[in-house]
Structure formats: C-alpha cells, structure tokens
C-alpha cells in the first residue's frame, strides 16, 4: 500500500528534519540518517553552500545508495561581508555547533552598524538515481536585532527578525508560521515544484 517516493534528508540535526517533514507532509517519505543506520559525521570542507550540500547528498548517495537531499544553510550578514556564510555552524572558535558563542559573536561583531541587513540562505541538493541531480534555493530577507528573543527554533533563529514577519524573530513564531516565509521552507516548495515537474 505505502507506495511514497523514499527520500533521505542527510543531516543529524533534529530542527531541520523536522521543518522539512512539515512542509513535505504527507507527499513523500523523509527518512532519517538514522532510518539507514548512518551515525557518520559528515565533513563539510566546501567553500560554498552549494559544494557542501554536494557534498552531503554525495556521501549518502555513495556509501548508503539510498536517492537522498541535503540542506546547508547560511546567515549572509550585509555590514560584515556575507559572513558568517558558509561558516555559520562553526562561526565561533571552538568545537562543535554552540549556537549561543555564534550568536554572541555576531552580535559583538555587529556593534556599532548601522546596516543590520542581513539573509538566510538555503540551498537543497538532490541525488537521485532516476531523477538526476539537482539544486534548489530559498532566501529569507530580514535584520538582525542586538538582543537574543524568543525560545523556538534553533540557530541564530533569536536574533533573526524577516521581513514578512510582523517584527517577530523566527524564534518567537510557530513551526508553521516559521515555515510559511523561511528559507528552509522556501527551499523545500522548490524542492517539491521540481519532483512534481520531474516524476
Ligand atoms: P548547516 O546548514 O547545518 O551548516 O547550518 C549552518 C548554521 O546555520 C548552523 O549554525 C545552524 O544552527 C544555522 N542555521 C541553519 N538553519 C537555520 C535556521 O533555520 N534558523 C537559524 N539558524 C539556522
């Protein structure tokens, strides 16, 4: 009977798998890494969002053979040149993701702008076996504020304010609405635009 097209979302981080499976619904079947029994940490040594959402789909692809997606995400901040960009996850010294030190260190490198521009980016990386492979995008334009708001979320989401949001960060809205205007959101409608095109 449960005859969906079985996608793997290659990434170990729980936010994401589960914004995507909210706007996927119920068209297709988002596994886990852990669903395919892969506890690998996945290097990402690319020099753009692009290279390394490759890179992440690639390694699923190659070592699992499962037809597989990977995300990978950046804050491009206008006044400081793009960055932290590519680097978002590891912006601050240190091992591993500490969302708290990044956060902190933006906004200390962001102290005396004026300009507080700034953007989520996502890129989605598909390989599939029969449908080929593919990249799709999605941007949240917005600002980043001085002061962490709200519990939601993860990330930079407390300091990140979009556009579209009634001044709310996406740390202080639902999962839905979060979804409704976000880059991951974004990214995964084009992701799902192109399946339809392509299937
Ligand atoms: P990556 O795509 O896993 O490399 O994530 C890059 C960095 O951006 C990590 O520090 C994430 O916490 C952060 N990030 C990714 N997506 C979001 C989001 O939707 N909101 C806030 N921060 C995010």
Redesign the pocket.
């Known amino acids: 009977m449960e005859n969906k097209y079985k996608l793997v979302f290659a ?1 170990n ?1 729980a ?2 798998l589960s ?1 995507l499976r909210a706007v996927v619904g119920d068209s297709l079947s988002i596994l886990s890494l852990a669903d395919i029994d892969c506890h690998d940490d996945i290097p ?1 040594t690319g020099s753009t ?1 692009e290279e ?2 490759m890179i992440k789909a690639r390694w699923v692809k190659e070592k699992y053979g499962y037809d597989c997606i990977a ?5 491009e901040v206008e006044a400081l040149n793009g960055e ?1 960009g ?1 680097r ?4 601050a010294p240190g091992e591993g ?1 500490d ?1 708290k030190a ?1 956060m902190k260190l933006l906004l200390s490198n962001m102290e005396g702008k004026e300009n507080r521009n700034a953007r ?1 980016r ?1 890129v989605i990386t598909l390989i599939s076996d029969t449908l080929g492979t593919h990249t799709v995008e999605g941007i949240v334009n917005g600002t980043i504020i001085t002061k962490e708001q709200g519990e939601s ?5 407390p300091i ?1 304010v979009p556009v579209e949001g009634d001044g709310l960060t ?1 740390a202080q809205m639902t999962g839905d609405e ?1 979804n409704a205007i ?3 959101g974004r990214a995964t409608r084009a992701l799902l635009a192109l399946l339809e095109k392509l299937c």
């Open positions: 990434t981080n936010h994401k914004e990402e969002l390394n959402s995300d990978d995400t950046g804050l932290p590519v978002s996850a590891r912006y993701h969302s990044n989520f996502t979320g993860f990330g930079y989401d990140f996406f979060k976000s880059h991951r």
